[in-house]
């Protein structure tokens, strides 16, 4: 994998890209200057983009960008492959059953996201929920509320409904900034009753987990540590393995909190849109695993992101990868 490493000549202290990788049954070693002095982020995304240069040219695709802590160049590899084979399953498909599939992967999703959080409802009973939708935006009843519904069936329609938005913005490749991530909130907290006041807003209130001693910040810290977290996410997306970088910026926003509900499902969707944004498949975090996911969480509160990197590796392959 490509890393930092410091070389001295005549006592003077220098460093370089490397990256070492087989040819030919002997091992090698590519590197790219970078200079007599720590590289800044730019310096070191530009030595990459030589560095990747050179290892192509010796046909060998440079699989881990040097700031990536827990992924390694093995399971990068695997990852690739899970790409690849979900990319050939899709392939094989009419445009008909691509569509039944995208449907049943979204509604898993929506069962096991919002059951994670508690819900009851079923895979069946989400599907209804939406199917019903659908069938009134058919009639081209757009504007028409569905009443008589409870909490969770309105969740699982805004949830859906976030989906249709990240869809679009996918579309388009839109950045992840706080104007998109508040907008998918306000939708998430539709006709959810006593929170319509906290709809697309971060919090302006303290929020607690039940069985949990983490004191998650201060409602007037919250904008500036979102303001943190994306300009994070911006300057590292060249620079951290896809999958490492979506699960950190899960985990550390998960450890912000930055609205009073809907903190987990928010995480989820945004971990899945810079996913697909790097060519990566939708990726369910499985209600089975619910204790797990947690407890990867609770480690993120702490600033370990290994756990969930791991976890979110470990669902890729098994869930995409035709072994």
Not at 184 to 197: D, P, Q, R, V
Not at 239 to 266: Q, S, Y
Not at 271 to 294: A, C, D, S, V, W
Request: net charge positive; glycine share 4%; hydrophobic share 35%.
């Amino acid at each position: 994998m490509a890393h930092i490493v410091s070389r001295k000549v005549k006592g003077k202290k220098y460093y370089y890209l490397e990256e070492s990788f087989k040819d030919m049954e002997k091992w090698v070693k590519e590197s790219a200057y970078l200079g007599p002095e720590k590289p800044s982020k730019q310096q070191l995304l530009s030595a990459f983009e030589k560095l990747k240069g050179k290892c192509k040219a010796r046909k060998h695709l440079v699989l881990v960008q040097p700031l990536t802590e827990f992924i390694s160049n093995k399971k990068a590899s695997e990852l690739q492959k899970a790409i690849d084979s979900k990319k050939e399953f899709l392939e094989k498909l009419t445009k008909k059953q691509k569509d039944e599939f995208a449907r049943r992967e979204r509604i898993t999703f929506i069962t096991d996201s919002n059951a994670i959080e508690g819900s009851s409802l079923t895979y069946s009973e989400t599907s209804n929920i939406i199917g019903q939708e659908k069938e009134i935006k058919k009639a081209g009843k757009k504007h028409l509320i569905i009443i008589g519904i409870n909490r969770e069936q309105q969740e699982a329609l805004n949830l859906k409904a976030c989906l249709d938005r990240y869809d679009k913005y996918l579309k388009i490749n839109q950045k992840i900034t706080e104007k998109t991530i508040l907008q998918l909130h306000y939708i998430l907290l539709a006709n959810i009753s006593g929170y319509e006041k906290y709809q697309g807003i971060y919090r302006p209130v303290k929020v607690y987990i039940v069985g949990s001693t983490h004191e998650f910040p201060l409602p007037q810290e919250v904008s500036g540590l979102m303001k943190q977290l994306i300009q994070w996410l911006w300057e590292n997306e060249e620079l951290i393995h896809p999958v490492e970088l979506a699960a950190k910026f899960h985990t550390k926003f998960t450890t912000i909190h930055p609205f009073a509900d809907g903190n987990g499902r928010m995480a989820r969707l945004l971990m899945n849109y810079i996913l697909q944004q790097k060519g990566f498949p939708f990726t369910n975090i499985p209600l089975k695993r619910r204790e797990t996911y947690m407890k990867t969480q609770a480690a993120g509160n702490k600033e370990n992101h290994k756990p969930f990197t791991k976890f979110l590796e470990e669902e890729i392959i098994k869930q995409h990868f035709d072994k």
